[in-house]
């Protein structure tokens, strides 16, 4: 494909997907959030496979539509991380209806599409649920640790390199959470040791994969309910915890 060529295809996917958060945006008016989420997630599921029954690459698509799902909600998010998060989850579960359009698309199977719905149904009605409820600085912290150790197991399972892989998604975490924290390093501070328990989490699931030792698995889960539990005491009652 030419260069100017994957430039208009770029642009065309890119506004179309920001037509469909527009759209999404007018169904916050009904005051719910999973009936925007559910909608906004089957518009962007059938966006993708649309896109990919008539043009290719794939990354290019798929970049072009998460990027007019997120950019005019993203300067707002980094702004104010701490006043938006109750509603966080909406671009997420935008963003895993797109990558699992993909999966479906390129699988072709009952089960990918199974699994896709079932996945998405429970992000957005559970994890909404959860996520909404999660409020609290420890319920946070646990959901997000819990989180990132199914994921890095997930990533692991085909990895030749897992220590390579671990790197990758501590990378990940930290380039997401490096503008917030230089912005507004104030308000954004109580999020510190949310960054350290999922850091860690990474590492110890890294660890654990590796050594497939139950001394090395108790050790691990001690590690994390110490830090999703007295870490975040200490730091919430000391002179640190700007935030409050």
Same mark, same amino acid.
């Given at each position: 494909m030419g260069k100017k060529n994957a430039n208009f295809l770029f642009w065309s +996917?890119? &506004?179309?997907?920001?037509? *469909?958060?527009? %759209?999404?945006?007018? #169904?916050?008016?009904?005051?719910? +959030?999973? &009936?925007?989420?559910?909608? *906004?997630?089957? %518009?962007?599921?059938? #966006?993708?496979?649309a896109w990919l029954k008539h043009a290719r690459p794939v990354w290019l698509i798929v970049v072009a539509i998460i990027l007019g799902r997120i950019i005019l909600e993203l300067p707002l998010r980094i702004l104010d991380l701490q006043a938006t998060s109750a509603s966080?989850?909406?671009?997420?579960?935008?963003?895993?209806?797109?990558?699992?359009?993909?999966?479906?698309?390129?699988?072709?199977?009952l089960r990918a599409s199974a699994v896709s719905f079932v996945v998405l149904l429970l992000l957005n009605t559970i994890g909404h649920y959860l996520w909404i409820a999660s409020t609290d600085e420890y319920l946070f912290s646990c959901t997000a640790t819990a989180v990132c150790v199914g994921l890095t197991w997930l990533c692991l399972l085909k990895a030749q390199r897992p220590w390579m892989v671990a790197g990758a998604l501590c990378l990940g975490i930290l380039l997401v959470?490096?503008?917030?924290?230089?912005?507004?390093?104030?308000?954004?501070i109580c999020w510190m040791p949310l960054i350290l328990c999922a850091l860690s989490a990474i590492v110890l699931t890294t660890l654990c994969y590796r050594e497939r030792s139950r001394v090395v698995w108790l050790l691990s889960f001690t590690?994390?309910?110490?830090?999703?539990?007295?870490v975040q005491y200490v730091w919430i009652h000391t002179s640190l915890y700007f935030a409050h």
């Open positions: +996917v890119f &506004l179309s997907a920001l037509g *469909c958060t527009f %759209l999404m945006y007018g #169904l916050n008016t009904f005051q719910s +959030v999973y &009936l925007p989420s559910m909608v *906004c997630c089957a %518009l962007f599921f059938w #966006l993708t496979w966080l989850l909406e671009p997420v579960c935008s963003i895993a209806a797109v990558l699992l359009a993909v999966v479906c698309y390129r699988r072709r199977t959470a490096l503008p917030f924290l230089i912005i507004t390093f104030i308000r954004t590690v994390l309910v110490l830090l999703n539990s007295f």
